[in-house]
């Protein structure tokens, strides 16, 4: 595999590896923040981190999908099987549509619920939907079925990982690793 032609460049792959951190973790605390019984002051940090990270994540996926949609991706270093094209087509759309409704359920939930997103908040940013419970229980339920389904592909896609990194050794895996101790 020629390193320099089929490895995606250094922005996509910091864009990929810093949303892959930051969505390891908001899976957990989402799950987590939400449990009967736990401690206040825990749980308000839990919720104040989650909105704000979720903005951050906000912001990110609109940055990756512009720099994709100026950078396309590199044509695969090997040939797949159709159904393995397909299966990878689907996980990546399927993770780039719930990397954008999932901060944005939550988004609506937290603003139509009454509730405040304290980095927006800090720049001074109204609203942009109307405080409504009913609105806010439908973002709400958005974003809990959602957040399973972003597990589930996430465990897909590390799956895939490892497999085309460790079982096939392709170099599917290494078009994405990130760009860190190594030359640029």
Request: glycine residues 8%.
């Given at each position: 595999m020629n390193d320099r032609v089929l490895r995606y460049r250094?922005?996509?792959?910091?864009?990929?590896?810093?949303?892959?951190?930051?969505?390891?973790?908001?899976?957990?605390?989402?799950?987590?923040?939400?449990?009967?019984?736990?401690?206040r002051s825990l749980q308000n940090f839990l919720f104040i981190s989650h909105k704000n990270i979720g903005v951050l994540l906000l912001l990110l996926i609109f940055v990756r999908l512009i720099y994709r949609w100026r950078n396309p991706p590199l044509l695969a270093p090997v040939a797949m099987p159709a159904v393995q094209k397909?299966?990878?087509?689907?996980?990546?759309?399927?993770?780039?549509a719930l990397l954008l409704i999932m901060p944005l359920a939550g988004y609506v939930r937290v603003r139509a619920g009454g509730f405040p997103i304290e980095s927006l908040d800090a720049m001074g940013?109204?609203?942009?939907?109307?405080?409504?419970?009913?609105?806010?229980?439908?973002?709400?339920?958005?974003?809990?079925?959602?957040?399973?389904a972003i597990a589930g592909l996430v465990v897909v896609h590390i799956s895939?990982?490892?497999?085309?990194?460790?079982?096939?050794?392709?170099?599917?895996?290494?078009?994405?690793?990130?760009?860190?101790?190594?030359?640029?």
């Open positions: 250094v922005p996509a792959r910091l864009i990929h590896w810093v949303m892959a951190l930051l969505v390891l973790g908001m899976i957990p605390v989402g799950f987590f923040m939400i449990r009967e019984g736990l401690d397909f299966a990878s087509h689907a996980s990546h759309f399927g993770l780039y940013l109204p609203s942009f939907v109307p405080r409504s419970d009913a609105l806010a229980e439908v973002a709400k339920t958005v974003h809990f079925y959602g957040a399973y895939a990982a490892a497999y085309h990194g460790l079982v096939r050794r392709d170099g599917i895996f290494s078009r994405m690793w990130p760009p860190v101790g190594r030359k640029l």
